[in-house]
């Protein structure tokens, strides 16, 4: 129990201090040392749970992508996208909610390689309940996962970024009439999706 609750203690710290790093320092000038020197951890103790600082990043991305799936993949797809923009609702929740560094890691370009990480991940876990909920090929539901995640992606980051002014219902208006023009030639040969 104990050791349980220094781990986390310790892998609180880490995180806190990279990113409070990141906001100010590229991801390439990131070392080991100055890591566990901001977080007050030993450097060895660093190694006992991670072999570099990407292994390390790499939680970041577990932890987010791990969210996001929990998020979209929570019942049979072709429930979930007869219902449109109930995905959308939750994912904006989920980033307006205190999110600062996650908003930071899909916007921003030195960080975008965490992001695309956590593109594959979730569009990975997405095409698996497609493929269970469609009869499409693996090429196909990957491919209709890809363009959600990577479209949707892409609107939150123009949106956060200021590149494009719209509200909360007209962005939301936006994703649901592109994934849903999108998607329908694959998902739904009768295109009443």
Known sequence: ??????VRKTTTALKDAFREMARNTSYHDITIQALTEKANVNRKTFYLHYDSIED?????????ADQLIKIIVIK?????????????????DFFEQSREFYTFMITSDEYSFLSRKVESKVSKSLAQAISESYQV??????????????NTMMLFRLRI???VEMTRDEFKDRIIRLDKSGLRTFLNKNNSL
């Open 1 to 6: 129990m104990s050791t349980d609750r220094r």
């Open 56 to 64: 390390f990043a790499n939680t970041f991305v577990d932890e987010l």
């Open 76 to 92: 049979p797809m072709n429930k979930t996208l007869s219902q449109p923009g109930i995905i959308f609702d939750k994912v904006f």
């Open 137 to 150: 090929s693996k090429a196909d539901a990957y491919i209709s996962s890809s363009f959600m995640i990577r």
């Open 161 to 163: 970024n200021s590149e």
